[in-house]
């Protein structure tokens, strides 16, 4: 694991902006698509995504015929990352995704990823075929291990059987590329990074307030950066309390998250407002510049030294229940 000061990871930090802003060294060439997104290379998989993504879980908030319009608009307008997950709502959102893109050819202009819950053999392939089912569709061009949170999860996944599932899903063509998720455990985005070469992908926490406390982004990310594993940012306003309760500018955070070595961002949307701003800060990105990144960092030290505003790092409240059962917590 890389191990930076403070002091280090400011320096770290500019200096990548910088070149980002100068040349996009960080994340590659940045192209935009018909559409007017930006869209980044996912790592090694060589697949273009745009920069933001459709979250799976906040999309279920919606009643069923709005969920699926919204989804349906973001595909038309651009948006290709789609994330989801096998427990979302216990597999509405699943369904829902896939009502919203089995018609005019949408499942085709997105890149579909969705998570297994699982951790042995036979669990595994039952949540991709279920996966399959309710998003309609043949093959998934990610599949991840999905809340990757608790400590005995990485040996679980690689004794049980969970990652041969993964590896033959992906030689059979049900699944394209392979990658992990986690919010909360740095330590343990680490051991699974140790255990496998395979990777494709990495989720994981990428915001502000992640500078000052467990930080993925000065730990986990120039790892995966190293290793050219594309990287998934979520969590970008910490469920909604930096702009609610700390009074910061959501696209500001956004655009802070976006000025990381990431490759696409999950937001959590829930209306075609949401929508609308998300896919306005993606047509408007622009990265900060050093002199703006060391400012905002300098300015949440105080409110995120102590992750009580990262509730699912520091907190079980967001720790699915299929998870809390399948790992005893």
């Known amino acids: ?8 990871f400011l320096v770290a930090a500019a200096a990548s902006l910088a070149a980002a802003n100068v040349k996009g060294i960080v994340w590659g060439a940045q192209e935009k698509n018909e559409a007017g997104i930006p869209t980044r290379v996912l790592g090694r998989t060589g697949q273009r995504v745009t920069i933001v993504g459709m979250g799976g ?3 279920g908030a919606a009643e069923d015929q709005e969920a699926i319009a919204i989804m349906q608009e973001a595909v038309d307008q651009g948006m290709t990352f789609f ?3 096998w427990d979302y709502r216990l597999g509405r959102c699943e369904e829902l995704m896939g009502k919203a893109l089995a018609s005019g050819g949408r499942r085709q202009k997105v ?3 969705s998570k297994n819950c699982n951790r042995d053999y036979q669990g595994s392939m039952q949540h991709l075929e279920d996966s399959l089912r309710r998003l309609k569709t043949d093959y998934l061009d990610l599949w991840q291990f999905h809340e990757v949170d608790f400590q005995d999860a990485p040996a679980r996944i690689f004794d ?8 033959e899903a992906k030689k059979s063509g049900k699944v394209r590329f392979i990658g992990f998720t986690g919010h909360k455990d740095i330590d343990l985005h680490a051991d699974m990074l140790n255990r496998s070469d395979e990777w494709d992908t990495c989720q994981m926490p990428i915001n502000i307030l992640d500078v000052h406390y467990r930080s993925f982004q000065k730990n986990i990310l120039p790892v995966c950066t190293q290793r050219n594993i594309g990287v998934i940012g979520m969590k970008a306003l910490a469920c909604g309390r ?3 309760v ?3 500018d ?3 955070c956004r655009r802070f998250a976006l000025s990381l070595p990431i490759s696409t961002l999950v937001c959590g949307i829930q209306s075609r407002e949401n929508l609308q701003q998300d896919l306005a800060v993606a047509r408007n990105f622009t990265p900060l510049t050093e002199e703006e990144v060391i400012d905002f960092i300098n300015r949440t030290e105080t409110a995120g030294k102590t992750g009580e505003h990262e509730q699912f790092k520091t907190t079980t409240h967001f720790d699915g229940p299929y998870h809390r059962e399948q790992h005893r917590s």
């Open 1 to 8: 694991m890389v191990n930076t000061t403070r002091r280090e």
């Open 57 to 59: 879980a906040h999309i």
């Open 83 to 85: 994330d989801n997950a």
């Open 111 to 113: 890149f579909l990823m």
């Open 160 to 167: 049980e059987g969970g990652m041969k599932a993964a590896l």
């Open 242 to 244: 930096i702009p609610t």
């Open 246 to 248: 700390l009074g910061l």
């Open 250 to 252: 959501a696209s500001l």
